[in-house]
């Protein structure tokens, strides 16, 4: 039976430095969320070429168009782009940076027991998942056209109902200085939490879109002390 859903995290397995992500397909249709938000918001990559980020209609949550001002489930918009290679189209990134405090917290999460786990981002560094969209004459062998040696890649695609495929790719790389300052920014915005449990028994992610990017670009990191302002 072809694969439907890939989950995967960056560990370590003791202290996870990312959610719990599912890549899953339904029809021609490409869904990215994480196992705890999954029923609230995720990034959807439709077959139309229109790929957005929004709250679920079971979330009951909504935004004010930034353009328009109406009310909206959609968060931001983005149009499938050309191939950058024959038979190979970008889709969405993930990004896990390291973060100072990633191992503030350590309280106890529960990871789906088929989670294909990854390197934690090396100190000053991250790993950078990269969705493939390939025609369906692609294989594995294939990823050597547009990939270098240091990724790493799932090797069963899912196989969507139009014949094309999606590849989960990863790379671990060093962080610019623009980076940093992104993610410092984004930390910033997650500042003033309240813990319901104690410190011990805590872990906690936070997660941002960048809404202005050309592609979908996920960020995902781990919360700490500071963010729910425990010294």
Not at 8 to 29: H, I, K, M, Y
Not at 138 to 151: C, D, F, I, Q
Not at 198 to 214: L, M, N, V
């Amino acid at each position: 039976m072809a694969t439907k859903a890939i989950r995967f995290a960056s560990g370590p397995v003791s202290c996870p430095s990312s959610s719990n992500w599912r890549l899953w397909v339904t029809g021609s249709e490409i869904y990215l969320a994480t196992r705890q938000t999954g029923g609230e918001f995720k990034l959807s990559l439709h077959s139309s070429g229109t790929w957005n980020s929004a709250f679920t209609s079971e979330s009951k949550a909504r935004l004010s168009d930034r353009g328009s001002g109406r009310v909206t489930r959609r968060h931001a918009s983005w149009t499938r782009p050309a191939e950058f290679a024959p038979g190979w189209t970008k889709g969405a990134s993930l990004v896990i940076p390291w973060v100072s405090w990633h191992d503030d917290l350590t309280g106890p999460v529960v990871y789906h027991p088929e989670t294909t786990w990854y390197p934690a981002p090396p100190e000053a560094g991250q790993i950078c998942f990269t969705l493939l969209i390939s025609s369906t004459e692609k294989t594995a062998s294939s990823l050597g056209e547009v990939l270098h040696a240091n990724y790493m890649y799932e090797t069963e695609p899912l196989r969507l109902a139009n014949g094309e495929q999606v590849w989960l790719c990863a790379e671990l790389l060093e962080m610019t200085p623009e980076q940093v300052r992104y993610v410092d920014a984004v930390s910033a915005q997650f500042m003033g939490f309240t813990l319901k449990v104690a410190p011990d028994q805590a872990k906690a992610y936070g997660q941002d879109i960048h809404r202005d990017s050309e592609l979908p670009l996920i960020i995902d990191f781990p919360l700490g002390r500071k963010h729910f302002g425990i010294r």
